[in-house]
């Protein structure tokens, strides 16, 4: 499963899973390439770790709270990581003052996942970590979705009357200055 990141018509990125299934996904840009894999039941967290460095220096963390996330950058930078509305599927990136840095929105057809965009203000556009953020966002998001999907069963059928299918492959579109 992959996700391409474009800005425009312009294929910057990428986001891969090693295998269905697995939490092990591989972002990469033209600048640098990372490892995201999710740990934790009770705590859950995402480590973000660059390729080239091994395993054991992250350059990023993600951690989950019931109703609130928060990324840590390296030099211990935090970003809030939130829905954008309890009704609204969108997340939000902020600095801990509340200025939005991010918009991420996934797009949907019925209850598959088929892309996604990455909306920057012009702060978020000139922040040093604006890719890896953006990729570690949409890696959340790509998780949280299949986990809420893996429920379907329980819930019922799917608005078609189909059960819901994982994309072998989709592309994150980005839109707004920088957008990765």
């Known amino acids: 499963m992959a996700f391409a990141l474009s800005s425009g018509e312009s294929r910057v990125g990428e986001l891969r899973w ?14 640098s390439s990372w490892t995201f894999k999710r740990a934790g039941f009770l705590n859950p967290q995402v480590t973000v770790r660059p390729v080239a460095q091994g395993p054991s220096a992250d350059v990023a963390r993600i951690t989950a709270h019931l109703n609130y996330h928060r990324i840590e950058l390296r030099g211990g930078r935090m970003l809030r990581f939130h829905r954008a509305g309890y009704l609204i599927p969108a997340w939000t990136v902020s600095l801990e003052d509340g200025r939005e840095l991010l918009h991420i929105e996934p797009v949907r057809e019925g209850r598959r996942l088929v892309g996604g965009a990455v909306i920057a203000t012009p702060l978020g556009a000139e922040m040093a970590d604006f890719a890896l953020t953006a990729i570690a966002g949409w890696y959340f998001i790509v998780l949280a979705w299949f986990e809420d999907e893996a429920l379907v069963p329980f819930e019922g059928p799917s608005e078609t009357g189909s059960p819901p299918s994982s994309p072998a492959s989709v592309s994150a579109g980005s839109r707004g200055p920088g957008a990765a």
């Open 18 to 31: 090693s295998k269905v299934g697995g939490s092990l996904a591989i972002g990469e840009t033209a600048e």
